[in-house]
């Protein structure tokens, strides 16, 4: 297993993805339904939580009315992973025009590395709605590259974890076969039977 950032919400993660995806799959999972955590709902833990993810600067910890704007784009994001599963089918009109919203009120500019390499980056003041404007930017260059289609939520949907598949016909359906998978599969078996 790949040694993980400290900001990643779970040191075990078996499916990691590549960065700089990891940034959108740790966000993703700030909210564990099966623990009932969410590491965005308190002001204190989820600016702890942003500041080391790099989603805010130091001097800049979130206000409430930022908090619920993150938890929105989170959860417009999930619907998008799993309409994703759908073949894109269930997206919601809303959750299109949450995100439309938040990258019309931020800017990206054009980078030259120098090795020539073009990159695009965006316009920081360090605030909350910059960092999750980047996460748009991390999602477009995935969608370009293809990986954004590995990025999947779990098919249990008491877990719902994302997880990154890299099974070689991109049909994974469980963070763990050995727990999710196997949790729905005798849930099937068990409802056959009756």
Same mark, same amino acid.
């Given at each position: 297993m790949t040694d993980l950032p400290t900001w990643y919400p779970d /040191?075990?993660?078996?499916?990691? /993805?590549p960065m700089p995806l990891l940034r959108v799959q740790a966000f993703l999972n700030t909210v564990d339904l099966e623990q009932g955590v969410d590491r965005l709902a308190e002001p204190d833990s989820a600016s702890d939580w942003l500041i080391d993810?790099?989603?805010v600067g130091p001097d800049r910890p979130a206000s409430a009315a930022e908090l619920a704007a993150a938890r929105e784009v989170r959860n417009c994001l999930r619907s998008l992973l799993e309409a994703a599963g759908d073949d894109g089918d269930g997206v919601r009109a809303e959750d299109l025009e949450t995100l439309r919203t938040l990258a019309s009120e931020h800017s990206a500019r054009l980078t030259? /590395?120098?090795g020539g390499a073009l990159g695009i980056e965006c316009a920081r003041e360090d605030t909350l709605g910059d960092g999750l404007f980047e996460l748009l930017l991390v999602i477009r260059g995935a969608q370009?590259?293809?990986?954004?289609?590995r990025l999947k939520m779990c098919a249990n949907p008491d877990c719902q974890w994302v997880f990154y598949d890299r099974s070689r016909n991109q049909q994974g359906n469980w963070c763990d076969m050995a727990v999710c998978g196997n949790r729905l599969k005798n849930r099937q078996l068990r409802a056959r039977r009756r």
């Open positions: /040191a075990n993660e078996a499916k990691p /993805a993810a790099g989603m030259v /590395a120098d370009e590259d293809g990986s954004w289609s």
